[in-house]
């Protein structure tokens, strides 16, 4: 019932990563401490005010002042401090076997996986994962400050302009999680999130070759292209090859649109393109709600063959 | 007067709690500056921090033993509320020594990331 | 006939109807002339209270809005506005101001004294907070409000065409106001130390007075930092300036430090001045002197100090490295240590005592209760690796209401219930405080518990919606449903507080034992028949018909004969009477000053330069006009009688006057901001592997040093003047203030020239912004320095300075030391700093 209460998708309680299970389990720890600390205290202070007969005295009160209030919160406190103070280096170090680049963009996430071979494979608002194997994830902005959390896996990073970050992940639960961008970072803040795709290492490197490869649609483009949507997006393997907004190559691999807000759906998609500003305000995609609705068809279709 | 020599005054007061954040500043502001500039110096910064750390304590000890002097070696307990110079020196000096303590295990706390943690890694 | 001598009944009379005089309210069109503690104080606490009601409904707008998930109550953009103007209006507008508000509202008559030793400063502080509050909370209503959080993290609150107008009156109307902050800070430091009643040593002060000191002293160090950052923040919104702007050099992580420096303390500040109303409740209630009295002195003290030692713990994400993140982790462990001091001399004053349980202990072990919470899980976050998670989160969200409403708003209830009848002279119905208790109490863990949950389950804070699904639905509709809750409990406290026919109060309605119950008729001016020596911690229970003989006028300054607004000034550690004060009367002078100065801040807001350089000019202009009629007025004869068979100097000088003790308290604030400015310098030179960068030069030496020098050579010409006037050479003291006017005025010029000469553009690069703000700074205090020598001028010249009446001087050389010291700094910086690198 309790452990039902915290599961969920982006749920720091209901851990599928290395540090988040040992930060769970410090918290459930540290809970029951602190529970057991504001029982005392409160329960003493009550007794002091409501029930208590006979009045304490002074030498006695002093006593407690100083084991209550000063040397067992030293003792407990310079315990906890070690431990944390010990448990941070452990978190974050290790050997990452993947290393993947994060950028942070008003308001999505592009994605850029170092492939064995050295070359770079980008990709947009979705993060996949062997479950596993270390992953070290470098994190930086080109706008404003965002905040990477992915909280099954593990605690928040900033991505700052002007600075690189890099936090070591280490995720040990196939699934499918939820990130999202922590730090306020204007308008549609709250619609900065990204799936996380945590898959066995196998099916992560058979993925992560199809993603490296361009696109396979056989569909006509000619209406994505007449419309411009090329000068923001890349589909390797065509003449969209614009770098302003997110890569839309494997598109219909993904599992959500417009950073983690819909399904990847048909009617999604085609509302996506047509409600831009409604559906996340501040964005730079201007809305094509004007465009006659066979091209808003066409290009939405056109985006459902990206596999 | 606030100055007075022999018996306590508010700046004898403040005094260990200020050796607490030299202390502090000097950690954070050398370790900002040797994890910015100059990583590989971090072992010399950890022996460095240690030896501020005991000064530190040297010099929280010899107030609190001053302080200690101040409140009559522990011959009068507390409250310390009769109107009289000699109250007013003994609750000095107890404030003090509570102020002692608490700043050596500040100074104590401080310095312990330098004793577990050896890397600037961020 | 001979003159008869007068009975004690007629000597009371006549000294009544004396005091009654000079101390009257000023009413009808004049009411806003008022300056006095106890309108003012009055004035201050509503105003403060009503901002927080109003920042109360922004947070039942959003509340309403997080209901249920993907609503569209208020847009993303109006949602933004509300949270920020929430914590903005919180903080800055509510719970420091309302600190300032009940200290100046009780410290005097805590102490005994008449008035606090600047009232007209006060009144000053005060408007200052009525005009920059209204200013900042009133933008919401034209949809101008700040819109990036109440910490305004750059890049995004500095870019103009993302965040308009609010930001600009968030930075302007904010200083405006921390400005007030710290001239109150002043006045309740030297009022602690200085404006005690006779015999009441520093170990019998009430606890209060020890928390106003501390807190006045933390102000003192924690806001200039938070202006040294508006400074440079303004600097890059109006003038694109480029402090946070990495394309050139800057770093947004800078303005994290500067308002984190001056926001965790704050949050102390908050706390502490709270946690004092509740260490004179429950000795009250208790019926017994607190339990550990050198105990709080260490934890407030302790507290004080270690606050300034967390404030990287609010930037443990930014990437900053382990070790300094340990740092910051240990000293947030540490500070735990002083506040389980505070909370257990509660409960053992509690287990001591016969305590009677009445409104005031309700809300007190209410807040006791949601405190202890809040500070166990600010222990949770304090360690690193857990506050990875928390962070940003609901957890956060819920952490902080647990600290300030346990810590402040709690206690802040317990003292309204508490000071009401001393205040008002009327009770607050029992039954409506229980009422309202348990609405508030109930509501509110309603409304924040499950946001523990909320967070730790991925919310992250300050979204405006969210998609369902997520397991936050429900926990959200509690926590709307507990907002509302305790909303009716506070409307039944403003209800309760409002209503009229309450019955009359007695006089020390509670058995309190300090000072301040004395007060029986709170439509009294005087604030004390006369001033009692004191030779307990709780003279009302030890000292023997105190009450009796108060109101006889038995002791000191009884009546006022001279017509005169009187009162005590003793010495910092004995409170052996020194002096008697003559503080100023009613004028509508401060209400001016704020008026024209707050003008010159809101015009720049809108960039209407010339009507803010008008106003500015003005301003400064009604605040020479008030030092020249109301400060350093000479009496018409050295001393008078205090009554008890004591006579006092009624002038003092130099350190024995408080005057000193305040412009000393101002520079080291002064000071701090400079240093901020300065560490701001360091800072950049850390994070560049080339400060100044390659191709760019720093100040001109030889320029900087003809400046210092001309510098020097002025302070030591204000120390001749100050010399020649001790030796009675007027002419001297005139050709030295001359002199070094003209000194002053050539090494502020050639300050500013070092780095024009060097070609330095401040839009180039951070380089040359930081170099020129530093050296603008160090010119700007060159200027004022020259505007007070001119005064000491006038003052000679018109016969207000002489041998014995020098505290103009004496306080002008005070000032010269630390700008000749900000001098000397900035060409070590400027000049020689680069040199070594």
Known sequence: ?307 | ?122 | MTPREETDTERGRREEAELRRVWAYSSGWRYAANVNNQIVGLWYTCTAFVFFLFAGVLALIMRMQLAVPNNDLVSAGTYNQLYTLHGTMMMFLFAVPIFEAVAILVLPQMLAARDLPFPRLSAFGFWCFLIGGVFVGGSIFFDAAPDSGWFMYPPLATDTTQTGIGADIWLLGLSFIEVASIAAAVELIVGVLKCRPPGMRINLMPLYCWYVLVVGGMILFAFPPLIAGDILFEMQRLFDWPFFDVARGGDPVLWQHLFWIFGHPEVYIIFLPSIALLAMIVPTFARRPILGYGWIVLAAVGTGFLSFGLWAHHMFTIGLPALSIGFFSAASEAVAIPTGVQIFVFVATLLAGRVIFAIPMLFATGALAIFVFGGLTGVMVALAPFDWQAHDSYFVVAHLHYTLIGGMFFPLVAGVHYFYPFIIGRMLSDRLGRWSFWLMFCGFNIAFLPMHITGLRGMPRRVFTYPEGLGWDGLNLVSTAGAFTMAAGIGLLVFDVLRPGKPRAPQNPWNAGTLEWVAGDPSEPWGIRSVPPVSSRYPLWDQKNLMRDIGAGRFFLPGAPEGKRETLITDVLDATPQQVLRVPGDSFLPLLAAGFIGGSFIASTFHWWIAAIVSGVIGIGVIMVWLWTATAVIPSRPSKDAGMGVTLPLYASGSASVGWWAMFITMVGDGTAFLSLIFAYFYYWTIQNAFPPAGMAPPDGPLMLAGSAATLLAWLAVLGARRANSAGYPDMVRIALTASTLLALAGGALLLLAPWRAGLHPTAHVYPAIVWVVAIWTALHLAVGMLMLGYCLAGSLAGRLSREHDIDLRNVVLYWHFAALTMATTLVVLALAPLAT
Not at chain 1, 27 to 42: E, N, R
Not at chain 1, 72 to 82: E, G, K, R
Not at chain 1, 118 to 125: L, M
Not at chain 2, 17 to 31: D, E, I, K, N, S
């Open chain 2, 1 to 122: 007067m606030l100055f007075r020599s022999e018996t306590p005054n508010l700046w004898t007061l403040l005094a260990p709690p200020t050796v607490w954040a030299l202390h502090f500043l000097f950690c954070y502001v050398a370790g900002a500056i040797i994890c910015a500039k100059a990583p590989e110096a971090l072992d010399e910064l950890r022996l460095a921090i240690a030896a501020a750390t005991i000064l530190a304590l040297v010099f929280i000890v010899v107030a609190g033993m001053q302080a200690h002097r101040h409140w009559g070696f522990g011959s009068d307990m507390p409250p310390h509320d009769t109107p009289t110079d000699e109250d007013q020196q003994h609750f000095l000096g107890l404030a003090t020594m509570l102020l002692c303590a608490l700043s050596a295990v500040a100074v104590i706390f401080g310095a312990m990331p330098a004793l577990f943690i050896a890397e600037c890694m961020r």
């Open chain 1, 1 to 307: 019932m309790l452990l039902g209460a915290c599961s969920g998708p982006q749920s720091a309680l209901d851990p599928a990563g290395r540090e988040a299970s040992e930060v769970a389990l410090l918290f459930w720890v540290m809970l029951v401490g602190a529970a057991i600390i504001w029982l005392v205290v409160i329960g003493a202070a009550m007794f002091g005010g409501k029930w208590q007969k006979q009045p304490l005295s002074e030498r006695a009160g002093l006593r407690i002042v100083l084991y209550g209030g000063a040397v067992i919160p030293t003792i407990v406190l310079a315990a906890l401090l070690v431990f944390g103070l010990r448990l941070m280096p452990m978190l974050r170090a290790g050997e990452p076997e993947l290393r993947i680049t994060m950028s942070g963009e008003q308001y999505w996430w592009r994605v850029t996986y170092a492939a064995p071979d050295g070359s770079k494979v980008e990709s947009a608002n979705e993060l996949r994962l062997p479950a596993g194997r270390a992953a070290e994830i470098t994190l930086d902005s080109v706008d404003v400050i965002h905040s990477f959390w992915i909280p099954s896996l593990a605690g928040k990073m900033d991505m700052i302009p002007g600075r690189t970050n890099r936090l070591v992940l280490h995720p040990e639960r196939t699934g499918i999680y939820r990130g999202v961008c922590a730090e306020f970072c204007g308008r549609s803040h709250a619609f900065m999130a990204f799936p996380v795709v945590v898959m066995e290492p196998a099916a992560f490197e058979a993925w992560l070759a199809r993603e490296a490869a361009p696109a396979l649609s056989k569909a006509d483009n000619g209406a994505f292209l007449a419309n411009g949507c090329g000068g923001c997006h890349t589909v390797r393997g065509t003449q969209a090859t614009g770098s302003i907004g997110p890569d839309l190559t494997h598109f219909a691999d993904r599992q959500s649109i417009g950073a983690g807000i819909l399904p990847n759906t048909p009617d999604n998609r085609r509302r996506f393109i047509a409600e831009t500003e409604t559906l996340k305000p501040g964005v730079r995609m201007p809305s094509f709600g004007a465009l006659p609705p066979a091209e808003l068809g066409a290009i939405a279709a056109y985006l459902g063959s990206l596999e």
